[in-house]
């Protein structure tokens, strides 16, 4: 398969059109961002790690039946995926309080949420990706109420086996955020899952192992990456 031409620069990947419509290609960049692309640096080695990253968890989801966009890694920082339109709504997952719902609600770090929060987001960075219900959801015809609670039951299957697989390599999955999009009438994932888009944490020590380690200054983010990356192919 061919690279055409860039169809769209995001803030931390590339997609590319294909000679097959039916296919893109998505490129990983090394450019991290935060607190809506105020804070920016490009970290070298980074579009390497979430690319295999991400292969290795929509592999596992895959296996256990997730209908998901991806195909196979071709290089060291792509992977040739599905052509999807996508949702303009990001699903978050959330196991344990962190990021914005404690800054929103005032619940206190590191609380366990059994059963998990899904919440959905408008994606809109002019809005700065506001919180929205499925009211608004449906009167902005973002989606329809069947692909509504599609995304959520998927969004909790993917939590199940996401958390054990975790469990298993001493990682708690704290939270995540997912996006999904359309191939005809199929609901499929879409995007990426890295610790760019997942916080994961050390299950015995509790370290931060995702990009908290770029949004707070924390340094050894790439460390932190290579170890997810080592954890999840083990
Ligand atoms: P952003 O748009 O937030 O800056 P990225 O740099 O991650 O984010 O850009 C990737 C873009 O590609 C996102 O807008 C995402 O919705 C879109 N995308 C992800 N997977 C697919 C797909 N399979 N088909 C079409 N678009 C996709
Ligand atoms: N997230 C993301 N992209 C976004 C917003 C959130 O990947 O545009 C992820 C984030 O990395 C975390 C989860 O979704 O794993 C929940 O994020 P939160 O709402 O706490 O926002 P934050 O304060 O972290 O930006």
């Not at 893109?24 to 960049?29: D, H």
């Not at 039946?65 to 071709?74: A, D, L």
């Not at 944490?201 to 770029?214: P, S």
Request: aromatic share 8%; charged share 35%.
């Amino acid at each position: 398969m061919k690279k055409t031409k860039a169809l769209y620069e995001g803030k931390a990947k590339i997609l590319w059109e294909t000679d097959s419509p039916d296919y893109m290609v998505q490129e990983f960049k090394n450019d991290a961002t935060a607190f809506d692309g105020t804070k920016h640096e490009v970290i070298a080695g980074k579009g390497v790690l979430n690319n295999r990253i991400s292969s290795h968890l929509f592999g596992l989801l895959k296996d256990k039946g997730v209908r998901t966009h991806f195909i196979e890694k071709i290089s060291d920082n792509e992977m040739v995926v599905e052509r999807l339109e996508m949702l303009r709504v990001e699903v978050v997952v959330r196991n344990v309080a962190a990021g914005s719902i404690c800054r929103r609600l005032g619940i206190e770090a590191l609380k366990r949420f059994d059963p998990p929060i899904v919440e959905f987001y408008l994606k809109d960075d002019d809005l700065h990706d506001p919180i929205i219900t499925q009211d608004h959801i449906r009167i902005m015809e973002l989606a329809t109420q069947e692909q509504v609670d599609q995304m959520r039951s998927d969004a909790l299957t993917i939590n199940t086996v996401m958390r054990g697989f975790l469990e298993q390599r001493d990682m708690v999955l704290v939270d995540y955020k997912l996006e999904f999009g359309l191939k005809g009438d199929e609901l499929v994932l879409g995007d990426e899952i890295s610790p760019d888009t997942c916080r994961f944490h050390d299950a015995k020590t509790g370290e931060i192992m995702d990009k908290d380690r770029f949004r707070q200054d924390m340094g050894g983010f790439i460390e932190a990456y290579t170890e997810v990356l080592e954890r999840v192919s083990s």
